[in-house]
Nanobody
Framework: QVHLVESGGGLVQPGESLTLSCVAS????????MGWYRQAPGKQRELVAT??????KYADAVQGRFTIRRDYRNNTVYLEMNNLKPEDTAVYYC????????WGQGTQVTVSS
C-alpha cells in the first residue's frame, strides 16, 4: 500500500511560479516512475512529468517551464512550475507506477488574472 500526499497548489496569476510536493508513505524503488499528472475540467488525465534514476519525461506543453525533482532518500517528488499559463489550470495528481498505479488525492492549481 502506497499513500501519496500532495501539497503546494493554489491560485496564481499568469507568469507566476508554484512548486508542488508529494511525499510517499513508504519506500519507492528508484526504478519505478514517480511524478505528476493533471486533469482539467472536461478533459482526460494527462502526463505532466515523471522521473526515474535514468529517465525524465515531460509533456510537450510544459517542457522548458516545469522541472521535476525527485528526492529518492525521502521518497518525495517536487514539481517546480514557472511561467504558469491559464491552460495549466487543473487538478494535479502525484503518481507512482509500480505493478499498479498509485495516486494521491490531487491538489488544485488555478492560473488566472
Amino acid at each position: 500500500q502506497v499513500h501519496l500526499v500532495e501539497s503546494g497548489g493554489g491560485l496564481v496569476q499568469p507568469g507566476e511560479s508554484l512548486t508542488l510536493s508529494c511525499v510517499a508513505s513508504t519506500t519507492i524503488f528508484p526504478i519505478y516512475p514517480m511524478g505528476w499528472y493533471r486533469q482539467a475540467p472536461g478533459k482526460q488525465r494527462e502526463l505532466v512529468a515523471t522521473a526515474t534514476t535514468s529517465v525524465t519525461k515531460y509533456a510537450d506543453a510544459v517542457q522548458g517551464r516545469f522541472t521535476i525533482r525527485r528526492d529518492y532518500r525521502n521518497n518525495t517528488v517536487y514539481l517546480e512550475m514557472n511561467n504558469l499559463k491559464p491552460e495549466d489550470t487543473a487538478v494535479y495528481y502525484c503518481n507512482v507506477r509500480s505493478r499498479i498505479d498509485w495516486w494521491g488525492q490531487g491538489t488544485q492549481v488555478t492560473v488566472s488574472s
